[in-house]
Structure formats: C-alpha cells, structure tokens
C-alpha cells in the first residue's frame, strides 16, 4: 500500500528553519490547533501542519511506516527541520520524527509537546464518541442507540487491541451512517470524503499504538493545561512521574491550550533557544 502524505503551510518564511506541527482537526473538533498558536509566535520559520494518509483503520498498515511516509515531503523541501510540535496523541508521532531526522539531518530538532498522551482504548472511545456526537444530528435515534451499544460493547470485549477497535468501529457505523447520509440527502463523494476523514482520524489515533514514545519524550519540553484528565497531570494521577524534561504549565484548560498569549509567548522562547 503506497502512503501519501501532505503538508499544509500554517506560515511560510524565507528562513531555511521549518517547524512540523502534529495534531489531527479535519474532524470539525472544538478544540484549538496549531493554525491558533501559530499566529501567535514570534518565531521566524516556515510552519508545517501535518495531514497523515488517508488510510482506514485495519488496513495492515504498520505505524512505523505510518510516519516515515510523513518525511518525504520534507526531504524534498531542503528545508531543516528547527523543531517538531505535537499535541495530544499527536505528541506520540512528533517523538518518532525527531528520531527520524535525527538520522536524516545528523542533529535532533526540538520536541515541544502539549498536553502529550500516549493513545488508549480509553482514547480511541472518547475520540470517536466526540465525533460520532457531531454526526449524530442526521442520525435516527435507534442509529444513536445502536452505535452507542456497539461502542460499549467492543470495548468490553477480551483482548480487543486499539487496532481491532478502531477497525470494528469504524465498520459497524460505516453500515449505520451510509443509510443515515442517503437520508440526509448527501450525495456520493461527499460521503465518501466524509468517511475518509473518519477512516483517517481513526488511524491516526490507531497506529499512533505501534510506536513506543516514552524516550523520546525524555528530551522534550511539555506544555501542561490545567485540566487533570489531560497529558502530563493525568500520567501523575496514574503514578507516572518525570516524563519529559521539562514542563511549562498553564492555567489554561486543555481545549484552549493552543489559543493562549502565555502559551506562545513561552513556545517563542523555546523555539529561540
């Protein structure tokens, strides 16, 4: 299977220095991404925002060929890699690029991460749900009621992988939402585009579970919100302590992280450093 992946300009500089920004909104999420804190930096560099190939999940694709599908645009570009920033899952994936232009540009670039966590069941349940929620408008109430009781109920099921979850999810409301489009009056390639995204939302939470991001993390610079379910404050809740190697924290909560003037104020030194 031939990845694809592109990368959209959130700013575009004459420096040679380029800034890769993971993180995954093409769902119509609420929260606030990169193109937010972006126009906040003070930082002269070319920014970088990421779209992952429009994979579905259970595709047999492995996660670490996943991300190195990501670097060829970058080698073409000529262009240094200064920094790579993730948040949320998205930190997982930035980890696994510094460490592959590390290799590619003899010298690590900086990892800025935000709200970091590593991807869960848990995860992939409340990422879909937040989705399926937005979807759910156009839904009958016995199409909620169904994909409710087939999210509950994969999760429950013994030895069930992220993988196979997302992969299960994703067929089961594929056979409920096609129905509920035709209803809507969506016409064929508008869904298509639509289950696209979903498909490529959920891979990127998917195989985010195939790269292990606990020691690249160890030379990062964490950004933390005030949320407790969040990032770094729930791996201490867990008893996990000393992630990275050094945490900014914010009064901010996780959804408007990236919308602060603290916030960027604070990634411009990082970046500066």
Same mark, same amino acid.
């Given at each position: 299977?031939?990845?694809? @992946? *592109?990368? *959209? *300009?959130?700013?575009?500089?004459?420096?040679?220095?380029?800034?890769?920004?993971?993180?995954? @909104?093409?769902?119509?999420?609420?929260?606030?991404?990169?193109?937010? $804190? !972006?126009?906040?930096?003070?930082?002269?560099? @070319?920014?970088?925002?990421?779209?992952? =190939?429009?994979?579905? =999940?259970?595709?047999?694709?492995?996660?670490?060929?996943?991300?190195?599908?990501?670097?060829?645009?970058?080698?073409?570009?000529?262009?240094? &890699?200064?920094?790579?920033?993730?948040?949320?899952?998205?930190?997982?994936?930035?980890?696994?690029?510094?460490?592959?232009?590390?290799?590619?540009?003899?010298?690590?670039?900086?990892?800025?991460?935000?709200? =970091?966590?590593? @991807?869960? $069941?848990?995860?992939?349940?409340?990422?879909?749900?937040? !989705?399926?929620?937005?979807?759910?408008?156009?839904?009958?109430?016995?199409? &909620?009621?169904?994909?409710?009781?087939t999210m509950d109920r994969l999760l429950q099921v013994e030895g069930i992988t992220v993988e196979g979850y997302a992969a299960q999810l994703y067929a089961a409301f594929r056979d409920v939402g096609h129905n509920?489009?035709?209803?809507?009056?969506?016409?064929?390639?508008?869904?298509?585009?639509?289950?696209?995204?979903?498909?490529?939302? $959920?891979?990127?939470?998917?195989?985010?579970?195939?790269?292990? =991001?606990?020691?690249?993390?160890?030379?990062?610079?964490? !950004?933390?919100?005030?949320?407790?379910?969040?990032?770094?404050?729930?791996?201490?809740?867990?008893?996990?302590?000393?992630?990275?190697?050094?945490?900014?924290?914010?009064?901010?909560?996780?959804?408007?992280?990236? *919308?602060?003037?603290? &916030?960027?104020?604070?990634?411009?030194?990082? $970046?500066?450093?």
């Open positions: 299977m031939t990845l694809v @992946t *592109t990368w *959209t *300009t959130l700013n575009e500089s004459d420096s040679a220095d380029l800034v890769l920004c993971v993180d995954f @909104t093409e769902t119509g999420r609420a929260e606030a991404g990169f193109p937010d $804190l !972006v126009r906040n930096l003070d930082y002269d560099a @070319t920014f970088w925002h990421v779209h992952p =190939p429009a994979v579905a =999940p259970g595709s047999d694709v492995d996660g670490a060929d996943y991300v190195r599908s990501w670097i060829e645009p970058i080698k073409e570009s000529g262009r240094k &890699v200064h920094a790579v920033m993730g948040y949320c899952v998205g930190a997982v994936y930035a980890a696994e690029l510094v460490d592959l232009l590390a290799e590619l540009q003899g010298k690590a670039p900086k990892l800025i991460v935000f709200d =970091p966590e590593p @991807t869960s $069941l848990e995860n992939v349940y409340f990422q879909f749900g937040k !989705v399926f929620g937005i979807l759910s408008s156009i839904l009958s109430e016995e199409d &909620v009621a169904q994909t409710r009781e509920a489009f035709e209803r809507a009056g969506f016409d064929v390639e508008y869904s298509e585009e639509m289950w696209e995204t979903l498909g490529a939302f $959920l891979s990127f939470l998917t195989y985010a579970d195939h790269l292990d =991001p606990w020691e690249g993390w160890r030379s990062a610079a964490a !950004v933390t919100s005030s949320n407790p379910r969040n990032g770094l404050n729930r791996m201490r809740e867990a008893g996990r302590d000393n992630v990275v190697a050094e945490e900014l924290t914010f009064t901010e909560g996780h959804d408007v992280l990236l *919308t602060s003037g603290d &916030v960027a104020r604070a990634v411009t030194k990082l $970046l500066e450093r």
